[in-house]
């Protein structure tokens, strides 16, 4: 069965240091979204991409995110200058009809 | 107002008990609806979907009220493996109709005892 893979499972960084958090969606979707769960909360939006280009995001995506979907199959998310609050599990997602898939998650910890 | 809210639980059952969950959502735009179960430090999955008729999957039985806005799961016959959290999901469409994106309730936590 097709699924959504990331890499890595588990990253720990510096504050200020640059994140890249990588995920394969499955192929013949067209929809990506990045989701993240702060430890004991709830799973929330980041942004969606489409056509090569964001469609819509949220008020956490701020200048220091960045998404590409660089070679066609792989789709990553940036955090050019982290902070000790993006601490937590990086989800990606890919939609079919109005199905999501998820990844395995990336623990980010921030240190 | 929070847009998806969910009763946070923690519901502590035996086995073989009937659960019910809640659920209510602020944005009349709403056009899906799902139950996705977490597992502990696991990403999301998708238990089902729900429609306006109502729907049955085995045990998992969900229903929506549009009028209310109010979406509900009822689990019969619980087993210890159906202990996870399970978050009510909204999807809500972009203008003019394309994908949107999902909005997670914080979820119920369910823990099921022999």
């Known amino acids: 069965e097709p699924e959504v893979t990331q890499t890595p499972s588990h990253q720990v960084t510096q504050m200020g240091q640059e994140v890249i958090l990588r995920c394969v969606p499955i192929s013949n979707h067209l929809y990506f979204y990045w989701y993240r769960q702060i430890l004991g909360q709830k799973v929330e939006f980041l942004v969606s991409?489409?056509?090569?280009?964001?469609?819509?995001k949220s008020e956490i995506f701020d200048d220091q995110f960045s998404v590409e979907r660089p070679d066609g199959s792989n789709f990553t998310l940036k955090i050019r200058s982290t902070k000790l609050e993006d601490s937590a599990m990086y989800f990606c997602?890919?939609?079919?009809?109005?199905?999501?898939?998820f990844g395995q998650g990336t623990r980010l910890t921030v240190v | 107002r929070k847009e998806v809210e969910q009763d946070p639980g923690p519901f502590n059952v035996p086995e073989g008990a009937t659960v019910a969950f809640n659920c209510t959502y602020s944005?009349?735009?709403?056009?899906?609806f799902f139950w996705y179960r977490q597992d502990c430090r696991k990403e999301p999955k998708l238990l089902m979907s729900?429609?306006?008729s109502g729907n049955e999957d085995g045990r998992f039985t969900a229903q929506l009220n549009r009028a209310s806005q109010y979406i509900s799961l009822l689990i019969r016959d619980s087993k210890l493996s159906d202990s996870a959290t399970y978050l009510c999901?909204?999807?809500?469409?972009?203008?003019?109709?394309?994908?949107?994106?999902?909005?997670f309730g914080k979820g119920t936590k369910l823990s099921v005892k022999p």
């Open positions: 997602a890919s939609i079919r009809d109005t199905e999501a898939f």
């Open positions: 999901v909204v999807n809500v469409m972009n203008y003019g109709g394309s994908q949107g994106n999902l909005i």
């Open positions: 729900v429609y306006s």
């Open positions: 991409f489409y056509n090569n280009e964001i469609s819509e």
């Open positions: 944005n009349s735009a709403s056009q899906s």
